[in-house]
């Protein structure tokens, strides 16, 4: 598999559910407990835009031949990735990016796949790499593209009142609040409308699970 150097959105989107599946996010209750969870993450999120049928699955074909020793692996990577979220210094960053992508087998151009007859550069991971190597390329060059796309302001703690993810922000307009939108985002509307309803003082906002 390869990484588009392009392709940062994506990237940073799994570095974002990569640290969000963390006991310490889910109130004691690690969403990659397994192998199996860590094959089920893979096919959620690991196809990258546009690519060809080839391409499809190959994240989640590594982590199916994953053995223990990758899964305690992908466990420190998701410490080391949360580590540079919470401490966005740039130069920290690029430094801390850099050193998740030693899998890298150099940069080559691929076809690009939203514009026929022109060719983009990516980033191919080198043979025998392993599902941990992959997805610490993924991060590393996903932290790379925002810092040097969007800034370091992009990188974020989620400002649900009690819940401690984090994310990476690639919206255009930089204005993403909440690790989950979709569920700290909304937790904490129902809490502002009930309190402006009168039925009481806004209730603390449960993390996710």
């Given amino acids: 598999m390869q990484v588009a150097l392009d392709d940062y959105v ?3 989107g799994i570095a974002t559910e990569l640290v969000n599946t963390t006991a ?17 993450f893979t096919e959620l999120h690991g196809d990258q835009p546009g690519s060809d049928d080839d391409a499809r699955g190959a994240l989640a074909e590594l982590a ?8 305690h692996a992908v466990h420190a ?11 966005p210094d740039r130069d920290r960053l690029v ?4 050193m998740l992508t030693p899998a890298a087998r150099g940069a080559t151009l691929i076809p690009d796949p939203a514009h026929q007859g022109r060719v983009r550069w990516a980033v191919p991971l080198r043979d025998g790499a392993t599902i941990a190597d992959a997805l610490s390329l993924i991060c590393g060059m996903g932290i790379l593209g925002v810092v040097h796309t969007l800034g370091e302001r992009r990188f974020r703690p989620c400002a649900a009142p009690t819940c401690r993810g984090a994310f990476i922000d690639t919206t255009r307009p930089g204005s993403r609040r909440y690790c989950m939108p979709g569920l700290c985002g909304n937790r904490v509307n129902v809490a ?3 309190a402006r309803q ?11 699970y």
């Fill in 64 to 71: 199916r031949r994953g053995r223990p020793a990758d899964l």
């Fill in 192 to 194: 502002n409308h009930r």
């Fill in 198 to 208: 009168g039925t009481g003082r806004p209730s603390a906002i449960r993390p996710p």
């Fill in 24 to 40: 310490e996010v889910w109130r004691g209750d690690d969403r990659l407990p397994d192998l199996a969870a860590l094959v089920a």
């Fill in 95 to 98: 430094a801390g990016a850099t």
């Fill in 10 to 12: 994506w990237a940073a």
């Fill in 77 to 87: 990577l998701r410490t080391t990735v949360r580590g540079l979220i919470d401490h």
